[in-house]
């Protein structure tokens, strides 16, 4: 069995967050915007290369032909590129829903009238 697998998935959420394992809103939205950021720099970097790349063969290649290959291209490499933004990403959103469901399960018990602590 791997060693993720073994992992209880509190401690795993929280081997990469801020402030003692607390993810809040503003540290998702933050990773993500890092992320999105990087895929898409990403793809302005393939896009650009793809442009001067064939004008050194002298070869024309049109923007909308460039950016689309550059897409194409960024798609599966940002995935191997960019695994550990991505899957910090993923144990944000995890810890943020059940951070969320807790809230949810609190304020329901409280509105039965049980309390709890």
């Known amino acids: 069995m791997s060693e993720a697998a073994q992992t209880p998935p509190e401690q795993d959420r ?18 993500v915007l890092a992320y999105s950021a990087a895929r898409l720099g990403l793809v302005v970097v393939l896009a650009a290369v793809i442009l001067f790349g064939g004008e050194l063969f002298g070869v024309e290649v049109p923007l909308i032909v460039a950016a689309l290959f550059a ?33 949810k399960a609190d304020l329901q018990a409280k509105l039965r009238g049980e309390d709890r602590r």
Do not use: C, E, H, Y
Request: zero cysteines; charged letters at 25%; hydrophobic letters at 45%.
């Open 14 to 31: 929280n081997a990469d967050s801020p402030a003692g394992g607390t993810v809040t809103t503003g540290t998702l939205v933050r990773d």
């Open 71 to 103: 897409v194409l291209i960024a798609l599966p490499l940002s995935l191997v590129l960019f695994s550990r933004l991505r899957k910090r990403v993923n144990r944000d959103i995890a810890a943020v829903d059940a951070q969320r469901r807790a809230d």
